[in-house]
Antibody, heavy 115, light 109 residues
Framework: EVQLVESGGNLVQPGRSLRLSCAASGFTFDDYDMHWVRQAPGKGLEWVSGITWNSGSLGYADSVKGRFTISRDNARNSLYLQMNSLRAEDTALYYCAQGLNADNWGQGTLVTVSS | EIVLTQSPATLSLSPGERATLSCRASQTIANYLAWYQQKPGQAPRLLIYDASNRATGIPARFSGSGSGTDFTLTITGLEPEDFAVYYC???????????FGGGTKVESK
């Protein structure tokens, strides 16, 4: 069974940094591209960033480009999102998702940016 | 940048009825179109990928169709558990990216 467990979400002040992690199990992690998708309270889904299986290609939404960095450690079956210069509009539930089509999702970790 | 527009925003139907949800792309796209269902407090669940393929374990009452700019998710015979928000999504492989529509809420009349 595919399991994705996000962690690292917290309340943080504007301008500060946060690092999210996603621990994967139940599948061969380095066979799959991975994504981060967020959902602000009461809003729709917004793609944040994606990474190919071998980290050969990275993609970012315009809203986070230059501030967020996606990475992965295939030896640890883990996906990461380094978030710098956080803004109030980054407040959301952050999901990691497996595969080209985001076939499977974790339950999310909440990031709140507020002073 | 391709924009996905979903309509209607809200669909009010009774159990047993047919639901037809639309997703329109701002330009012609490949059939890399997926549909998700999201219930309150839950993560999205993949229903359909590549426009018309049901994901593993998805009931046959869910079907996807379309090509070019116009895509449809049809739920034939709504079950009580189908009342939820539905999103369409377009994927790009290189670099990997996803584009989501704004969602359609299917609510009980």
């Amino acid at each position: 069974e595919v399991q994705l467990v996000e962690s690292g979400g917290n309340l943080v002040q504007p301008g500060r940094s946060l690092r999210l992690s996603c621990a994967a199990s139940g599948f061969t992690f380095d066979d799959y591209d991975m994504h981060w998708v967020r959902q602000a309270p009461g809003k729709g889904l917004e793609w944040v960033s994606g990474i190919t299986w071998n980290s050969g290609s990275l993609g970012y939404a315009d809203s986070v480009k230059g501030r967020f960095t996606i990475s992965r450690d295939n030896a640890r079956n883990s996906l990461y999102l380094q978030m710098n210069s956080l803004r109030a509009e980054d407040t959301a539930l952050y999901y990691c998702a497996q595969g080209l089509n985001a076939d499977n999702w974790g339950q999310g970790t909440l990031v709140t940016v507020s002073s | 940048e391709i924009v996905l527009t979903q309509s209607p925003a809200t669909l009010s139907l009774s159990p047993g009825e047919r639901a037809t949800l639309s997703c329109r792309a701002s330009q012609t796209i490949a059939n890399y179109l997926a549909w998700y269902q999201q219930k309150p407090g839950q993560a999205p669940r993949l229903l359909i990928y590549d426009a018309s393929n049901r994901a593993t374990g998805i009931p046959a009452r869910f079907s996807g169709s379309g090509s070019g700019t116009d895509f449809t998710l049809t739920i034939t015979g709504l079950e009580p558990e189908d009342f939820a928000v539905y999103y369409c999504q377009l994927r790009s492989n290189w670099p990997p990216s996803l584009t989501f529509g704004g969602g359609t809420k299917v609510e009980s009349k």
